[in-house]
């Protein structure tokens, strides 16, 4: 089986990697980010359209938004290496909607054992504005998640 973990280069996201490498037996894991082009961003907050508009990358060109991902993808794996994890893949998964219908997704195609992921601890109204991915994840996925919290603040 495998242990998918979603990674955006947070401090959260790192504290989830870290605590799969220690608590997860080792199995082979995925370290995964979702990207979508700029243009698809826009089109999810209008107001931003009034920025000039970079153009689709040509063929056999990638684009941008995708090399950064896979690079922050490689970050994630770097990390999960460095704490413990062996066997460690990437991927940089262009999104089509939501960030967590990305990664339940993957989970499903890959036939995840485990998802892993971070969450800000964002409560209340922030909560409902930001949106949750974790909390998303935990209840649309058809499989186990480990939602790590925050670490405590002194």
């Known amino acids: 089986m495998t ?10 996201a790192r504290t989830a990697i870290e605590f799969a490498a220690r608590h997860v037996k080792d199995e082979p894991a995925v370290v995964m980010t979702v990207w979508e082009p700029l243009l698809t961003q826009i089109t999810w907050a209008p107001i931003a359209a009034v920025a000039p508009v970079p153009a689709e990358p040509k063929d056999g060109d990638r684009w941008e938004e995708e090399k950064q991902a896979e690079q922050l993808a490689r970050a994630g794996a770097d990390l999960a290496a460095a704490a413990g994890l062996t066997d460690v893949t990437t ?5 089509g909607g939501p960030v967590w219908a990305a990664i339940v997704d993957v989970a499903d195609e890959l036939d995840a054992s485990l998802i892993v992921t971070g969450s800000r601890g964002l409560a209340g109204a922030r909560s409902v504005i930001l949106g949750s991915v974790s909390t998303r994840v935990l209840h649309h996925a058809h499989r186990p998640v480990l939602v790590v919290p925050p670490p405590k603040k002194d």
């Open 3 to 12: 242990v998918l973990i979603a990674f955006d280069g947070s401090d959260d």
């Open 91 to 95: 991927r940089a998964e262009r999104g």
